[in-house]
């Protein structure tokens, strides 16, 4: 799949917007002011998480071996790996229930996702993979290149819903503080994983992502997890996104030339 | 909409299409496919692709049973469907496609206004996927043409025009009727949960 991916890239992945601002040598102009739409900044493009050289490395040690073309999981954002990245392990806000969920799981224990079910939030924005927004006045659409999945967030007003059926991406609504678009997620199943780390949660997790766009280019996202049965207090951490002017995301389906299956426990 | 075009957006309830060559409520279809040689070889699907929770591909998309919403702003439209959780885009913004396409599930979309009527242009399609649920195959040269029209403030008409001369000897039709459901939302549709089919070994 990800040679595919790098060969597409080269074919046909360069669109040259009208609506890009640019800079008299006719690049990108990333630090342009940031466009509007009906009054509020306007999140629409192709986003993806800016890496930090070496953090996920100091973190997990050398991953040479892991990266494949198209996809290094140097690039991702370490809280990808673990949303309790930024603490040290004996002050993280961790209760003793979630450790021993984590302490009991079966050694050859699947994480969803490598069943082609959903990444999910947050994961989706924190991988080296591309989403695309497409933002209206009633919602925005999210569209993550990794198994080319749809999400809704609905800024229309509505409240979240009081008995949310369960979902893998959960339910989500948004309102505009200023310039900044706070979205609050509900409703998530209990089989969604938040990390690669699988850090548990319970239905209880509400997970609030900050959307700021600072620029044409850049975008602050500031995501905070709480969840009272499994931390002792919400967790926060922030990451910038990084527009991809005149591309596109791409077609990127996991059951295609999915191979892992036969080989996994049923 | 702002820019004067009609405003497709909304979660439209559509006629579940299994077969393109039928008719019934709401839809009419083509009752005499005019299929090559080739496609009466290939009328028979020995690989069930959608059982493996591979996509639909884009007209079987639009054919499903379950609601598809349409997201419209300046210079796009986006369909959203319930089915896979999956979207698709189309350009409005004048562009063209490009040269070289990849072959892809769901091909590569533009959109153009005539008055009143979204046409939507999409080629580029792969060779893994049928024209509907009963098979009708299709080939690489597969070529859609749908065009959108609100017919009233609750309704659209929609009309599919399937060339490929691969496979059918001259392009055809199938028009239907869209209900907008403006107390509906999708909802999360996740094929590979629970789909023991495949992962309990029963199909290959």
New interface residues.
């Given amino acids: 799949v990800f040679l595919t991916l790098a060969t597409l890239q080269a074919q046909w992945l360069n669109y040259p917007s009208p609506s890009t601002p640019r800079t008299n040598d006719g690049k990108p102009n990333l630090k342009a002011k940031a466009p509007r739409v009906a009054g509020r900044p306007d999140l629409s493009g192709v986003w993806q998480v800016q890496p930090v050289p070496g953090e996920v490395e100091r973190m997990l040690g050398k991953l040479d071996a892991d990266v494949v073309l198209g996809c290094d999981p140097k690039t991702f954002s370490k809280y990808f790996f673990s949303i309790l990245a930024d603490f040290a392990p004996d002050q993280a806000p961790i209760r003793p229930e979630a450790l021993a969920i984590m302490r009991n799981r079966p050694k050859d224990d699947v994480p969803p996702n490598e069943r082609c079910l959903p990444e999910g939030v947050p994961r989706a924005e924190l991988i080296a993979f591309p989403f695309k927004i497409v933002q209206t006045p009633q919602q925005l659409v999210l569209m993550y290149e990794v198994d080319n999945t749809r999400r809704q967030i609905y800024t229309d007003g509505r409240k979240l819903p009081a008995d949310p059926n369960p979902a893998w991406l959960g339910y989500s609504v948004g309102r505009w503080e200023g310039d900044t678009l706070v979205v609050d997620t509900t409703g998530f199943n209990d089989q969604v994983r938040i990390d690669a780390a699988s850090h548990p949660h319970s239905e209880q997790l509400r997970i609030q992502e900050r959307f700021h766009r600072l620029d044409f280019g850049h975008m602050e996202l500031q995501i905070t997890i709480d969840d009272p049965k499994m931390y002792t207090k919400p967790v926060t951490f922030q990451v910038t996104q990084l527009l991809m002017p005149d591309s596109d995301i791409l077609e990127l389906f996991c059951n295609e030339n999915e191979k892992d299956r036969g080989h996994m426990k049923k | 909409m702002p820019d004067g075009h009609p405003d497709l957006?909304g979660v439209w309830d559509r006629p579940f299409v299994a077969d393109m060559s039928k008719s019934g409520p709401n839809q009419q279809g083509e009752p005499n496919l005019p299929f090559t040689d080739w496609a009466k070889a290939h009328l028979i699907e020995e690989f069930d692709y959608s059982a493996?929770?591979?996509?639909l591909g884009y007209t079987r998309g639009i054919n499903s049973p379950m609601p598809v919403?349409f997201?419209?702003?300046a210079?796009?439209l986006?369909i959203?469907?319930e089915m896979n959780?999956?979207?698709h885009?189309v350009y409005t913004?004048g562009?063209e496609h490009?040269?070289?396409?990849?072959p892809?599930?769901?091909g590569h979309s533009t959109g153009k206004w005539e008055g009143d009527t979204l046409v939507v242009d999409t080629v580029g399609f792969n060779e893994k996927t049928r024209v509907d649920t009963q098979g009708h195959p299709h080939t690489e040269a597969l070529h859609v043409v749908e065009r959108f029209q609100r017919s009233d403030a609750t309704h659209m008409t929609y009309e599919v025009t399937i060339s490929d001369p691969g496979a059918y000897t001259k392009p055809w039709k199938n028009t239907r009727t869209f209900t907008l459901r403006p107390d509906w939302e999708?909802?999360?549709y996740?094929c590979?949960?629970n789909n023991k089919d495949?992962?309990?070994?029963h199909i290959k």
Avoid: A, I
Wanted: aromatic residues 10%.
């Fill in positions: 957006s493996h929770c591979l996509p919403e997201v419209q702003r210079n796009r986006v959203l469907y959780n999956t979207f885009v913004d562009r490009p040269k070289d396409l990849p892809t599930w769901f999708l909802m999360e996740s590979d949960e495949v992962n309990e070994g």
